[in-house]
């Protein structure tokens, strides 16, 4: 039976005047008790044992308990509080030692404190409660959280430490000074929950934490919306993320697996991976991110699967001696590059599609930096499909190129091979290399090139085989300065241009052309012209100069190369048909890879 017990500071028929006096009475008879408190302002200190209910009287915040200092409520026992404003200064407002605790329809505001400490093996429960300025700490306790609101705490609105366990559903957190929940060495669960303006990230996974969200919102944070730290796990799904700093960070071992989430508009990054951080992403969307949508640096190693990649700068980066693997991943409508691997870094692509972007893949760092495409489409790009330099190495296998400046590219020291891929529609060409670069290709087909096909230039050795290039505007291949290889079982259709044009430093084993092969012989060093000036009226010539200027007596001499006429070319020469566009293209290139990330 419960014994009932009434609290009336203007006094009544058997009523207690203050809450403490009830509480007495009914500690000196066992069995529950019931405390019904009518409005007012009740200056006193509660300490409560047994099986307890404290139920305010009257509308929100009509009983208001609130002591000069110290802590408003100490509970041992089970006890139930119900429809009271709680308000304290410099100490925990609440503070559950021992068995059971609910609060509902109550309000907490904590001055320079805690608002509820839950302590260890305890277990608390918060149901449609308000708390105000200090943290709700669980430090190795059970809680159960429904429907309550947490606002503008000074450091951690809700935090959830050493062992403990607790559920929050239906939650809203607003205006932290730090996080809005807090998960270390410990477990918790979000469901349904909203964080809005926190000063760092929303929600925190730390110390081997274990996190579950589902359907949860972040909006306007300025940092992450989420951060999974220090070997710490959970999954993540269905969450909705706008204006953050970056939707999702992975750092320090952390490896959550986060579904069917989307992070709109985050002002530096999307899906944030770093210093060894891994995590599994998937069916995630990223839309408009300010530098980078999905970033793996400093040893990250994120596993994508079937994420969309919208507007936005960079789509995927991964630089920094990171990693990462990346499937069905669609990429569109992008300002910068849709991929880039840089510095050491390694990635792999498989079905992955890009549209829409002004470069498709850029690969530039030593010879540890790698890129694997596999089943990868890239249509309408203003640059090139794929760009390499460096001494970077990259394979691809059955990529497709269409609508772009040049298909594929590959500079200075770097490799790139190509097996099953075909170039169509390209301004510039299908493929180029250049400097001192390796160019492996095998089934290759370029279509509609409105300059050459296959071009291989300074000293880059190109080797293609069972390749074709058909329509190509200029030539099928060209080769020229000291550029060299060889074309095995090629053939080069059309009706316009040159099939192949050589510098005789390529081997030419079965070719099928119907158009002109020309071999270009490198045209022979112009005789030194030796000007010796005896200080009279001019220099002197020992030989024909022709298309000079000179100048003496004066303090400033321009000098200008004049190019030669073509017009006046020497009969039965044949004219270079490419080298403006090979020019234009190693340009794009560089241009391409020098951007910053």
Sequence with gaps: MVRKYVVAPHGGRRAHPDISSALRAA????????IEIAPGHYEESLTVRGDVELTGQGGPGSVLVSPPRGTVLDALGTVRVRGLLLVGREADVVDCLGGTLTLEHTEVRAHDGVCVHAR???????????FRYGRTLFAGAGGNIERCGFHDAADNALAVIEGARVSVRDSRFEGSRIHGVRVSDAWAELVGCALTGTEKAA??????AELTMSA?????????????IEQSRGLVRGLRVSDAEHGIGVASGADPVVRDCV????????????????GTFEDCEVVDAGSVSVFSTNGGAPRVNGCRVTGGNVGVAVVDKARGHFAGVVVEDLSGVALRVFDESRAV????RVERCPAGLEVRGNGGTTAQLTDVRITGFDMSAVAVTGQARVTLTRVSARHGLLGFGVGEEASLRVQDCDVSATRAGGAVAFGRARLVARNLTVTGSEAFGLCGTESAYVDVADSRFDDCAAAGVTFDESGGGRLVNCSVTGTRGMGVQHNGRVDLVSLHTSL??????????????????HHYHGPVFNAAVHGVQLAWNNDEVTQRIIQPDPARATPGTTPRATPEVDRRTIQALDDQNGATP
């Design 203 to 208: 929600v925190m996974a730390d110390t081997r």
């Design 27 to 34: 500690a000196e008879r066992p069995g529950p008790a019931l």
């Design 120 to 130: 260890r093996a305890t277990l608390v429960t918060l149901t449609d409660s308000v």
């Design 216 to 228: 949860c919102r972040v909006d306007s944070v300025h940092a992450e919306a989420v951060m999974f």
């Design 516 to 533: 002109p092969v020309v071999e270009r012989v490198p045209e022979p060093a112009p005789p030194a012209v030796q000007v010796v000036n």
């Design 349 to 352: 692509f498989e079905q992955t």
């Design 263 to 278: 992070f709109a508009d985050c002002r530096d990054t999307g899906i944030n991976v770093q210093t060894t951080g891994r």
